[in-house]
């Protein structure tokens, strides 16, 4: 099974792709947010909302906009660090269709490991891990993580890849336990 890789060049094309679907598509978020891990301050019946046009679309915010910017910095201090190939896949939103036709994923950038296989890499800042509750799940447990793993599991399905990783940018600040 081979996914379908479908570029958009502006938000709104890709918004009326997403919105467009019947039956509607899942994202690799909306996936998380369908099972209970919060996303954006999303949960099931928002998706579902947003899916049947009850809900209005996500507004892109400062701070999501900044995310999206620092995403390529993130990169660079990946490959530093790791000393691995990194493709960004940004500005242009890249889609991986699932064959089945209802999961997606956008991926932020496809990494290739030392044994050449490829996978992709899910860039995160801090604020994103903070208001999910990175550090304070419902059980006391790391709900950001919960998040990060189904987003990432999502997506490496979406890709058709063995493996996936994360980086998260903390950029300094506080963290309770």
Known sequence: MTSEIL?????AEW???KGGASPPRLGASSVAATIGLPVFGDDAASVIGRHAGTVPPIVSTVPMRLGLYLEQFVVGLYRECTGRK???CG???????????LLYATLDSIVTYEDGTTGPLQVKTHSILWKSGFTKGKDGGLAGRELLEVQVQTERVCYDSQRASWVVLWMGCSKET
């Open 7 to 11: 570029i958009f060049h502006s938000e």
């Open 15 to 17: 918004l009326a792709w």
């Open 86 to 88: 990194v493709e960004w």
């Open 91 to 101: 500005p242009d939103k890249r889609i991986w269709l699932h064959p089945c036709g």
